[in-house]
C-alpha cells in the first residue's frame, strides 16, 4: 500500500531455516519487522514457522490475538496508531510465505 518492496533469501534444508537475508525498498516498519524475522527465524522448523506466520497474519482480522511467543517483540511494532501500517509489518513474512510456495 505504501510502496514497500522486498527481496529474501534464504539458505534451508528440507526441514530448517539456517540463515535470512533481505534488501528492501521500504518504510522504517517494514525494515524492523524484516529485520526482526531475520532473527527469530535462523535454525527453525520451517513448517513451524508456516503456522506461526499464518498466526502472526491473523492480525489483521483480530488485533487483539496473542502472538507466538517467537513474534511477541513484533507488538512493538503495533498499535492503534499506526494500525493501518500493519500490511507494511506482515510483508517480510508474506515473502517468507512466497518463497516457499505457501499460499496462505
Same mark, same amino acid.
Given at each position: 500500500l505504501?510502496?514497500? *518492496?522486498?527481496?529474501? #533469501? !534464504? &539458505?534451508? %534444508?528440507?526441514? @530448517?531455516i +539456517? *540463515?535470512m =537475508?533481505? #534488501?528492501?525498498? *521500504?518504510?522504517?516498519?517494514? #525494515?524492523a *519487522?524484516?529485520?526482526?524475522?531475520?532473527? /527469530?527465524?535462523?535454525?527453525?522448523? &520451517?513448517?513451524?514457522?508456516? +503456522?506461526e506466520i499464518? @498466526?502472526? @497474519?491473523?492480525l489483521?482480522d483480530?488485533?487483539?490475538?496473542n502472538l507466538? %511467543?517467537?513474534f511477541? %517483540? !513484533? +507488538? /512493538?511494532?503495533i498499535?492503534k +496508531?499506526?494500525?493501518? =501500517?500493519?500490511?507494511?509489518?506482515?510483508?517480510?513474512?508474506?515473502a !517468507?510465505?512466497k518463497? !516457499? /510456495?505457501i &499460499?496462505?
Open positions: 505504501c510502496g514497500d *518492496s522486498i527481496k529474501v #533469501e !534464504f &539458505i534451508a %534444508d528440507k526441514f @530448517k +539456517k *540463515s =537475508r533481505y #534488501e528492501a525498498n *521500504s518504510c522504517i516498519l517494514c #525494515e *519487522s524484516a529485520s526482526l524475522l531475520s532473527r /527469530k527465524i535462523k535454525h527453525s522448523q &520451517i513448517n513451524v514457522l508456516v +503456522k499464518t @498466526k502472526f @497474519k491473523g489483521k483480530n488485533i487483539n490475538q507466538p %511467543d517467537k511477541k %517483540d !513484533f +507488538k /512493538k511494532l498499535n +496508531k499506526n494500525i493501518n =501500517r500493519l500490511n507494511c509489518v506482515i510483508l517480510p513474512m508474506e !517468507f510465505l518463497a !516457499f /510456495k &499460499i496462505s
